[in-house]
C-alpha cells in the first residue's frame, strides 16, 4: 500500500511539473486577491509569455496629460503569479502622474526620454524627490504617494516596473473630487477653500 501511495505521488509530481513552473491566467475566470486561476498546461502557448502591446504612444488627451499602457496580468497573463509587471508611461509637454499609490506594489521608474520632476512622501512625511533624466531610475516603496512630472520641452516617455503582476492604482485626486463626498466634510478634513472644492469636484466628476 505505502508503495503504491508513493508511486502515486511520483507521477502526480511528474506529471504536473508544467503547472509547477507558471500560472499562466485563464482570463475568462474571475481575479481573485491571489490572482487569476491557472489555464490548463496544455493549453499554454509560448504567445502566452509575449505581450507586444507596448510598442504604441498611449492617448494622452486627458486632464493629466498621461498615458498608462499596462502589461499587467489582466492584459498579460503570462505574469499571472510571478509578482512582476510592467507598464509603458507617455508624457506630453506638461503631462503628469498626480500623487498616488499602488497598494499591492513597489514600482521601479526607469526613464527612456525626457526629463522628470518625481518623488515619494514617507509615512514619517518626509519628502524625497529628484530630477531625472534620461537613463535615470528611481525606486517608489510599496504603499507610499509619489509622482511624476514632465518638465521638459518635448515628449516624454518612461517604463515603470512593479512589484505585482496586479499593482492597482488609488489617486489622490480623484479619491477626493470624484465622489459624492459633502464639500462641508472635504472643507472641514483638508481646510481647503469651498469654491476650490467645488471647482476641483466639477473638474474631475464629483458632486455635493
Known amino acids: 500500500m505505502m508503495f503504491l501511495l508513493t508511486l502515486f505521488t511520483l507521477s502526480f509530481f511528474f506529471s504536473s511539473s508544467d503547472a ?42 486627458n486632464l493629466f496629460k498621461i498615458a498608462l499602457t499596462p502589461a499587467f496580468s489582466s492584459q498579460f497573463p503570462g505574469v499571472n503569479g510571478l509578482g512582476i509587471s510592467v507598464a509603458r508611461v507617455d508624457y506630453p509637454v506638461d503631462g503628469r502622474a498626480p500623487m498616488h499609490t499602488h497598494p499591492e506594489a513597489a514600482e521601479v521608474f ?70 459624492d463626498l459633502p464639500t462641508d466634510i472635504l472643507q472641514k478634513t483638508t481646510f481647503l477653500d469651498p469654491d476650490q472644492i467645488k471647482k476641483l469636484k466639477g473638474l474631475l466628476g464629483g458632486t455635493n
Not at 509619489?146 to 516617455?157: D, R
Request: hydrophobic fraction near 40%; charged fraction near 15%; proline fraction near 4%.
Open 110 to 179: 526607469v526613464v527612456i526620454k525626457g526629463t522628470f520632476y518625481a518623488g515619494f512622501i514617507s509615512s514619517a512625511y518626509k519628502f524625497y524627490f529628484k530630477t531625472l533624466n534620461e537613463g535615470d531610475i528611481m525606486a517608489f516603496p510599496l504603499g507610499l504617494m509619489h509622482f511624476q512630472i514632465n518638465i521638459g520641452e518635448s515628449e516624454a516617455l518612461a517604463f515603470s516596473f512593479y512589484s505585482s503582476a496586479s499593482p492597482g492604482v488609488y489617486i489622490m485626486d480623484n479619491a477626493w473630487f470624484t465622489n
Open 20 to 61: 509547477l513552473d507558471f500560472c499562466v491566467g485563464d482570463l475568462s475566470a474571475p481575479q481573485g486577491p491571489a490572482g487569476y486561476s491557472c489555464k490548463k498546461a496544455e493549453e499554454v502557448t509560448a504567445d502566452d509569455f509575449v505581450f507586444s502591446g507596448l510598442r504604441a504612444t498611449g492617448n494622452t488627451s
